[in-house]
T-cell receptor, first 111, second 115 residues
Framework: DQQVKQNSPSLSVQEGRISILNCDYT??????FLWYKKYPAEGPTFLIS?????DKNEDGRFTVFLNKSAKHLSLHIVPSQPGDSAVYFC??????????FGAGTRLTVKP | DAGVIQSPRHEVTEMGQEVTLRCKPI?????LFWYRQTMMRGLELLIY????????DSGMPEDRFSAKMPNASFSTLKIQPSEPRDSAVYFC?????????????FGSGTRLTVV
């Protein structure tokens, strides 16, 4: 039962442009949402999060948007850099602290 | 802080053999999670512990899988007998006080190949 879905397995953008990664969830009990970044042969690393009481959280080049009515969140990276090339995982958690992940989107930023 | 330490990094075993994956969480973290990554399903939560006690093991695929946390600094995930479909990357993660706002800290993973 995939409660968190990332429907785009890959995304390719040009350096300097915006990268938009999307994520949908089905469980309305989720109240915290996170994005992780993963390089090959490494574990995922925490990138940015957002609480369900907010609709936007910004950290430098990274902004996460949450649309609760649509059960949708997105990660915007502006401007994109080649070093951003990685697999990005969307994750969601409810009251019980266990986190559910999507399948990931591989982002490639071309110089 | 050395982070979350997993061993071995790679494991190749024959079908039917027992496999044990190991994890040392960050000192002071009282939550420990085991995840499995596959191409089809991404990162799946297998089981998690709070203060060494298993809280939710509903993600453990079958009785062939078992996990233990005998103390605050060590956990194991055992597969017996192993099957080719168990081939995946297994991640351990830990967090302090379940503070989801900071995310979890993941280890580098164990790549398991069952032939």
């Amino acid at each position: 039962d995939q409660q968190v879905k990332q429907n785009s397995p890959s995304l390719s953008v040009q350096e300097g442009r915006i990268s938009i990664l999307n994520c949908d969830y089905t469980n309305s009990m989720f109240d915290y949402f996170l994005w992780y970044k993963k390089y090959p042969a490494e574990g995922p690393t925490f990138l940015i999060s957002i609480s369900s009481i907010k609709d936007k959280n910004e950290d430098g080049r990274f902004t996460v948007f949450l649309n609760k009515s649509a059960k949708h969140l997105s990660l915007h990276i502006v401007p994109s850099q080649p070093g951003d090339s990685a697999v990005y995982f969307c994750a969601a958690s409810g009251w019980n602290n266990d986190m559910r992940f999507g399948a990931g989107t591989r982002l490639t930023v071309k110089p | 802080d050395a982070g979350v330490i997993q061993s071995p990094r790679h494991e190749v075993t024959e079908m039917g053999q027992e496999v044990t994956l190991r994890c040392k969480p960050i000192s002071g973290h009282d939550y420990l999670f085991w995840y499995r990554q596959t191409m089809m399903r991404g990162l799946e939560l297998l089981i998690y512990f709070n203060n060494n006690v298993p809280i939710d093991d509903s993600g453990m695929p079958e009785d062939r899988f078992s996990a233990k946390m005998p103390n605050a600094s060590f956990s194991t995930l055992k597969i017996q007998p192993s099957e080719p479909r168990d081939s995946a990357v297994y991640f351990c993660a830990s967090s302090a006080d379940g503070r989801i706002v900071y995310g979890y800290t993941f280890g580098s993973g164990t790549r398991l190949t069952v032939v």
